[in-house]
Every structure is written in structure tokens, then in C-alpha cells.
């Protein structure tokens, strides 16, 4: 019996890999790395320090200070200086005028002296010296409107009125010259024609006298210095609120900045205490003195003319005169210099003195006052000249040497501010670049 043959087996059939099979495994490495990507945690807010925005602000406003001081400092420097020398033009130009005014008067107390005698003054000179003084004063005038321009029209019609006066006085000599009374009568209503042009230069020397020591220029000193003080209270502040900050006790360039404003600051008090001295002295003391004596001699040739204008015509008394000599006493008494004071004060006592012994109705009266009284009150005025040129040329000379002594502290006083500006910016930015 036979067997029966097994079962034959299907041939195998090649099948195809299972797709997924090598998807996963080509997939495995993505997912590996996929799971080792995290998702970025939120940031972490961390507030940042306020200490640059603070060193900021006050860097700011230490510039801000340290320029204003700076800008103050040089404006105090070239605006004084300038100050000083306008002002010594129109001491100049205030004195120039009270001389011109009183050697006006000058001119006609000589005029005045040679009516009293018309013949021996003619022959020795006296009329020709008052031609000469009067010349004199149309050069002063016309120097004093090329200093000033702008009393230039004032200072014309000046010069027109004494033309006028030099006229009528001139056609009141031509008469005395024949010997007749009425020339003297011509001469003493010309005086009159005197008190414009007097009245004008007095008003013009005292606009003069004016602009000495004002305006904004003078003023300009004291706020530098109030603006110095300033930068320091502001670089003393800035310093501690930058150690305490930093935890550093000493900056440079804030320490330099500090030592340098005050340095600063001591110079433009200085030059600010030269100018302010000067302006001081000036105006207490020497200019002072130079009105007061170019006044005094001016007064007294009006005095002297009005004396001689009385002997010329008795009717009129010697009420005028007396009005002048009260007025020059009083302003003697404001010399500040007693020396000065008391020797003026005793030449003018010698003039009265001579004056009081002259009876105008005397027929000596004329020559008296051709040599008694003349001698005396020409020694005050030449005295009364020369103390107001001295004065004025001190006074001058005290501004002019102010200027040169403030010009070097107030010029190294604004080079020290601009490297107390260059320091302290410097240093403050040393600290900034630590936070950067």
C-alpha cells in the first residue's frame, strides 16, 4: 500500500516588506530628535538698573550748568572790559565838557576885566587873551562832538549862541574904544546870552557823567559768579550720587571738574571785585573830586565877571554875586578830599575877603578889580584847574589800569570752566560704559 504523498506546500510567494516597517524605523531618528526640541520658556523680565538713565540726566544737567557758567564767565571778561574803557572815554568827555563850559566863563571874566579899562587893556593884550580863550573854547567843543557824535547837533548850536555872545560882545568893545559909557552897558546885557549855551553843556557833561559805571556790562560779573556756585553745588551733588551709585568713592573726571569750577569761580571773583573796586574809587573819590573843582572854577568866574559887570553898573547890585559865592561855598564842601577841601576853602575866603573891600561907587572901584580882587580869584581857579585835571587823569588811570588787571583772571577764569566741562562730561561717561 502505498502512501499517499503529502500535501504539497504553495510555493512561496515573495511578498513585499510591510510598508510600515520601514517608515518607523526611518522615522525613529526624527522622532528622537524631535523629542529633544523644547519649547522656549517665556523670558524672564529682569528690570534694568535706573543708574545710566540717572547718570544721563545728570550728565545733562551738568552741561546745561558748566555751559551757562562758561558763556557767563566770557561775557563777563570782554563785557567789563569794554565797559571800562567806554567809561574812561566819557569821564574823558564829562570833564572835556565842564572844562569848556568853564573856560566860557573864563572868557568873559577876562572880557569883563578889560571893559573896567579899555585902553590899557587894548594896549597890553588882555582883549587879544580873551580872543585867544574863546578860540579856545570852539576847539574844545569841536573835539568834544568828534568823541561823541550823537551831541554833535547839540554842541553846533552851542557854538552858534557863543557866536552870538562874541558878537554883542565884540560891538560893545568896538564903542568902549571911543571912550563912551555905553559900551560897558553893551557888555553887561551880553551876558545874558551866556545861559543857554552853559546850561546845555552843564546837561550834556552830566549825560556824560551818566554812563559811567551802567548798563548791563557791570552787571554781567555777578551772575557768573552766582553761576559758578551753581556748577559747584551741582558737581558736589553729582559726585556723591555717582560714588554711591557706583560704590567707588572718588571719580577723575568729576573730581578734576570741581577743583577747576572753583578755581574758576575764585578768578571771576577777581576780576569782578577789580572791576567793582575801581567803579568804586572812581566815583567816591577821584571823579568826585574832578566835578567838584571844574565846577568850583567855573562858579568863581562867574562870580568874578558878575563883581566886574557890577562895577560896570552899579544899579545892579551885588545881589548875583552874592548867590554865586553861597553857591561855591556849598560845593566845596562836597570835595571828599579835606585837604583839597581846606585849601580851596581858604584861597575862595581870600577872593571874598578882597571882595569886601571894594565900595563898587569908589573911583578906584575898576582898578581894584583889575588887581585887588583879580589876583586872589585867579589863584583859586588855576588851583580849582589843576586839582580837575589830576583828578580826572586819576580817575582815567584807575579804570584803565582795572581793565588790564581783570582781562588775564577772567580769561584763564573761562579756560578753567571749559576744562571743568571737558573733565566732568569725561568722567561721567566712564561710568556709562560700565552699563553698557
Known amino acids: 500500500m502505498t502512501t499517499p504523498p503529502a500535501p504539497s506546500t504553495p510555493p512561496a510567494t515573495a511578498t513585499a516588506p510591510a510598508p510600515s516597517a ?4 526611518a522615522t525613529a531618528p526624527s522622532a528622537a530628535v524631535a523629542t529633544t526640541r523644547t519649547v522656549p520658556a517665556p523670558p524672564v523680565l529682569v528690570h534694568p538698573t535706573p543708574t545710566p538713565r540717572l547718570l544721563r540726566r545728570l550728565r545733562n544737567a551738568l552741561v546745561a550748568t558748566l555751559l551757562l557758567f562758561t558763556s557767563l564767565t566770557v561775557v563777563a571778561t570782554v563785557a567789563p572790559e569794554l565797559a571800562l574803557g567806554s567809561s574812561a572815554a566819557d569821564i574823558a568827555l564829562g570833564q572835556q565838557l565842564r572844562g569848556a563850559r568853564a573856560t566860557l566863563v ?32 570852539s576847539s574844545m567843543l569841536l573835539r568834544a562832538a568828534a568823541d561823541q557824535p550823537g551831541d554833535a547837533d547839540r554842541l553846533a548850536s552851542v557854538q552858534t549862541q557863543i557866536s552870538d555872545y562874541r558878537r554883542s560882545v565884540d560891538a560893545a568893545w568896538t564903542v568902549a ?37 551802567t548798563g548791563p556790562s557791570w552787571q554781567v560779573g ?63 573819590s577821584s571823579l568826585a ?7 568850583t572854577r567855573m562858579i568863581a568866574e562867574q562870580a568874578k565877571a558878575a563883581e566886574d559887570r557890577t562895577l560896570l553898573q552899579t544899579s545892579r547890585g551885588d545881589a548875583e554875586w552874592s548867590q554865586l559865592s553861597s553857591r561855591l561855598t556849598t560845593t566845596l564842601g562836597t570835595l571828599p578830599d579835606a585837604s583839597e577841601r581846606n585849601a ?22 575898576k582898578a581894584q578889580g583889575r588887581t585887588t580882587t583879580l589876583v586872589p580869584l585867579v589863584a583859586f581857579t588855576h588851583a580849582a584847574k589843576g586839582l580837575a585835571d589830576a583828578n580826572a587823569s586819576v580817575a582815567i588811570s584807575t579804570l584803565t589800569t582795572a581793565q588790564r588787571t581783570q582781562l588775564p583772571y577772567g580769561i584763564i ?23 553698557a
Open 289 to 295: 573830586s574832578a566835578r567838584v573843582n571844574a565846577d
Open 344 to 365: 580851596q576853602t581858604t584861597a575862595w575866603t581870600a577872593y571874598t575877603s578882597a571882595h569886601a573891600s571894594v565900595t563898587p561907587t569908589s573911583a578906584t572901584a
Open 413 to 435: 577764569a573761562s579756560v578753567a570752566a571749559m576744562l571743568a566741562l571737558f573733565a566732568s562730561v569725561s568722567g561721567l561717561n566712564r561710568r556709562l560704559a560700565e552699563y
Open 106 to 137: 573864563e572868557a568873559d571874566r577876562k572880557a569883563s576885566v578889560a571893559f573896567l579899562a579899555p585902553q590899557a587893556a587894548g594896549s597890553s593884550g588882555e582883549w587879544a587873551d580873551y580872543q585867544s580863550t574863546i578860540d579856545q573854547v
Open 222 to 284: 555777578p551772575w557768573a559768579l552766582a553761576a559758578g556756585w551753581v556748577a559747584v553745588a551741582t558737581l558736589v551733588l553729582g559726585a556723591v550720587l555717582v560714588a554711591r551709585r557706583s560704590h567707588r568713592v572718588l571719580n577723575i573726571g568729576l573730581s578734576a571738574g570741581l577743583l577747576l569750577v572753583l578755581a574758576a569761580v575764585v578768578l571771576a571773583g577777581q576780576a569782578n571785585g577789580v572791576v567793582q573796586q575801581s567803579l568804586t574809587d572812581v566815583t567816591t
Open 177 to 213: 574904544a571911543t571912550g563912551s559909557a555905553a559900551g560897558g552897558s553893551e557888555f553887561v546885557a551880553a551876558g545874558t546870552k551866556l545861559d543857554a549855551p552853559l546850561q546845555t553843556l552843564a546837561a550834556l557833561a552830566q549825560q556824560s557823567d551818566a554812563r559811567v559805571g
Open 22 to 25: 520601514p517608515s518607523a524605523a
